[in-house]
T-cell receptor
Framework: DAGVTQSPTHLIKTRGQQVTLRCSPK?????VSWYQQALGQGPQFIFQ???????QRGNFPDRFSGHQFPNYSSELNVNALLLGDSALYLC?????????????FGPGTRLTVT | KQEVTQIPAALSVPEGENLVLNCSFT??????LQWFRQDPGKGLTSLLL?????REQTSGRLNASLDKSSGRSTLYIAASQPGDSATYLC??????????FGTGTRLKVLA
């Protein structure tokens, strides 16, 4: 049973560039959430996708956008990168309508903005 | 606004010791609480999920309790081992879909 997968593992970008991160949820899951984790901090919620729609959003600017595909995989796009966007980006999957919405996380994508 | 605090921020114990990690939250109207483990530079591994109607959950040497009225959860680790060294995070979900995380407790178990 494949768990949550993310690609790429590491990424180095320059300020002002754009980046796309990818996530495939755990088999059987239909909901994907994205989190940003700065060094030494807990993850911060960016947004959640369910049924190909953004269901909820955290306190992140519009530079952060996403998409969910019919196979439930998801992309996180960040435009006009800032140095402060350097972080570990985590994807979590869960069942959207279940009571037991335990979240399963992927290994993350380490983004470095120079 | 929900805030989650974990104390202590770091903990170092000798192997074999039983230990307790604490998590407190400001809004008791939570849907569930989840404990995670994170190794350096890695993703999060789910340890235990406690629904709001439950008082505790157990998995192997781990036991998590939840007291909604006081806004507290504890993670008890029995007979700690060097392999338990990691950062432990708790996260709460309220009436929305997002989880609010604490900043974690960095645990080091000395052989």
């Amino acid at each position: 049973d494949a768990g949550v997968t993310q690609s790429p593992t590491h990424l180095i970008k320059t300020r002002g560039q754009q980046v796309t991160l990818r996530c495939s949820p755990k088999s059987g899951h239909d909901t994907v959430s994205w989190y940003q984790q700065a060094l030494g901090q807990g993850p911060q919620f960016i947004f959640q996708y369910y049924e190909e729609e953004e269901r909820q959003r955290g306190n992140f600017p519009d530079r952060f956008s996403g998409h969910q595909f019919p196979n439930y995989s998801s992309e996180l796009n960040v435009n006009a990168l800032l140095l402060g966007d350097s972080a570990l980006y985590l994807c979590a999957s869960s069942l959207g309508q279940g009571i037991l919405d335990e979240q399963y996380f992927g290994p993350g994508t380490r983004l470095t903005v120079t | 606004k929900q805030e989650v605090t974990q104390i202590p921020a770091a903990l170092s114990v000798p192997e074999g010791e039983n230990l307790v990690l604490n998590c407190s939250f400001t809004d008791s109207a939570i849907y569930n609480l989840q404990w995670f483990r994170q190794d350096p530079g890695k993703g999060l591994t789910s340890l235990l999920l406690i629904q709001s109607s439950q008082r505790e959950q157990t998995s192997g040497r781990l036991n998590a309790s939840l007291d909604k009225s006081s806004g507290r959860s504890t993670l008890y680790i029995a007979a700690s081992q060097p392999g338990d060294s990691a950062t432990y995070l708790c996260a709460v979900r309220g009436g929305t879909y997002k989880y609010i995380f604490g900043t974690g407790t960095r645990l080091k178990v000395l052989a």
